[in-house]
């Protein structure tokens, strides 16, 4: 019985210390030496530590060129990696990329679409490329952009799933590059750079008229954000001030950054007042704010969007409107013109009623400051606005008139000239000024100045060449004699004799002494 006993106790010990030592035989779960491990084919069971690690590396580019048709700039990347994603970030203004590519460090280009011809991004707008799973290494991203409306800032983003691409910007290029450097495959041709700064174009339709969960929305002339689309045609729309309500899709319209040519934060003139279109939507409503006034919608055809000039007239101009002068101190597309003007309200008026200053008129005859004539009156053109003058005379309003209807100072007209001793009328006078018109001011004594036509004034002579009468000469008149003291050349003398008035005499009738 012990014999047996013992010879099953030995068979159970050669059977155990097999699967003891294939147990402590195994490795251990946590020690994976110093080789490289070669991860189980089996997948383990999912968990956030699953998740590929990626690692970012950026770039700020600033002051961006507002170049038309765009500027080139090269990053480099210290190391050439596998990039998994670009990312574009606007700090400051506004700008279109135009081209991104990848050079490989094979010297292969590589365009991206996503990030090729955008829209003209705002300030605080990020853009992310397509996956752009590149198996080659990249060692430099090229990118052609332009600023809008001021020297834009970005911060470019790389992503990859190795390790931290390190970019560094090379000195901006002065040359728009025109084609792929070193193409090794077909590419599309760069879109032609717009003609000078705007906005983007005209929303995208088949995009706009999609509507989707989250997007703001407008509704019989309110705002709403949908929630949820269903397969019936309707959504769950939500508005402040109003309860949940399920609409028909065909009843909304979606919130657009423009609308042909107006954009959301565009200033506007809606209906003789100023605001700001808040939002602009793809059926072409827009929702403006006004100080003054309730937010309100309108018609794109009935707002005029806010620009740097119509026609002559530009934001700044100083103008003159109603016969007063003025501001322009905001423009509008639709050729409204807010106008500022001292002593009466801010009010908006056609660009077409306005005259814009300039250093003279139309014509180039009349001129600021220059002294002229004007209904009998002399003044001083102080602004000239198109063909309409400001006029400062004494003892009048500062007064609008056509510059048609004055005449300049001058020095001689007909032969009558500034200073000129004339005859009017038995008087004697001096030319005190004379405009192109003819007109004259004569100055004389015991009168009034008095503006007359030169052509009705007889400028003094020395002597008449039909008569042989000269000043100082000797003459007879009706057994009198007398001497000859003014003379002029309509044949007036004025003579001087003892006993008598001094007397204006034609020289047709008197008689010269000869010897």
């Known amino acids: ?71 080139l700039y090269i990053i480099d990347l210290k190391q050439a990696l596998s990039l998994q994603r670009l990312d574009i970030r606007v700090t400051k203004n506004r700008l279109k990329i135009l081209q991104t590519a990848l050079i490989t460090d094979a010297g292969q280009r590589v365009s991206v679409r996503q990030l090729t011809n955008t829209d003209v991004l705002n300030t605080g707008s990020v853009f992310s490329s397509e996956s752009l799973n590149q198996s080659d290494r990249v060692a430099r991203i090229e990118l052609v952009a332009e600023s809008y409306g001021g020297e834009a800032d970005i911060l470019v983003t790389a992503v990859a799933d190795r390790e931290v691409p390190k970019l560094t910007l090379r000195e901006q290029q002065v040359v728009t590059p025109t084609k792929p450097e070193v193409p090794t495959q077909p590419q ?26 989250g997007d703001v929305v407008y509704y019989q002339n309110s705002v709403g954000t949908v929630r949820g689309v269903y397969s019936n045609g309707q ?41 700001t279109a808040l939002r602009v939507f793809a059926n072409g409503k827009i929702l403006l704010q006004r100080d003054g006034y309730y937010d309100s919608f309108a018609d794109v055809r009935n707002v005029g969007k806010k620009v740097a ?23 509008y597309d639709n050729s409204k013109a807010l106008i500022v003007r001292d002593g009466y309200y801010d009010s908006f008026a056609d660009t077409k009623a306005l005259g814009v200053k300039t250093s003279c008129d139309s014509r180039g005859v009349i001129c600021e400051g220059d002294v002229v004539y004007h209904s009998g009156t002399i003044g001083v053109a102080r602004a000239i606005y198109g063909n309409k003058v400001l006029l400062v005379r004494d003892g009048y309003y500062d007064t609008s008139v056509d510059a048609d209807s004055l005449a300049k100072r001058t020095k001689c007209v007909q032969g ?15 030319i005190a000024d004379v405009f ?45 004699s007398g ?32 010897r």
């Open 416 to 430: 009558v000239c500034t200073g000129a001793r004339v005859y009017l009328s038995g008087t004697i006078g001096v």
């Open 436 to 480: 192109t018109n003819g007109k004259a001011l004569l100055q004389r004594n015991g009168y009034y100045d008095t503006m007359v036509d030169v052509g009705s004034v007889s400028l003094a002579v020395k002597c008449d060449s039909r008569s042989g009468i000269c000043l100082g000469s000797t003459v007879i008149y009706q057994n009198t």
């Open 1 to 71: 019985m012990k014999r047996w006993m013992a010879s099953v106790l030995a068979a159970t010990t050669l059977l155990q210390n097999p699967a003891y030592a294939d147990i402590m035989d195994l490795p251990n779960p946590g020690d994976f030496g110093d080789g490289e491990v070669t991860p189980s084919p089996v997948p383990p069971a999912p968990g956030p530590e699953q998740q590929q690690t990626q690692f970012v590396g950026s770039v700020s580019i600033s002051a961006m060129s507002r170049k038309s048709g765009g500027t």
């Open 188 to 213: 599309r041709p760069t879109p032609p750079a717009p003609p000078g700064p705007s906005r983007p174009p005209v929303y995208n339709p088949r995009e706009d008229s999609v509507i989707r969960s």
């Open 309 to 331: 000039c119509v026609g002559n007239v530009c934001a700044g101009a100083k103008v003159l409107y109603q016969g007063v002068a003025g501001v322009a101190v905001a423009v």
């Open 235 to 275: 959504a769950l729309l939500v508005r402040d001030g109003y309860y949940d309500t399920n609409v028909q899709v065909r009843d909304l319209s979606k919130s657009v950054r423009c609308y042909e040519r107006i954009c959301a934060g565009d200033g506007v003139e809606y209906s003789n007042s100023a605001g």
């Open 483 to 514: 001497r000859v003291v003014e003379l002029f050349a309509n044949g007036k003398a004025l003579v001087v004799r003892n006993g008598y008035y001094d007397t204006w005499f034609d020289v047709s009738s008197l008689a010269r002494l000869v």
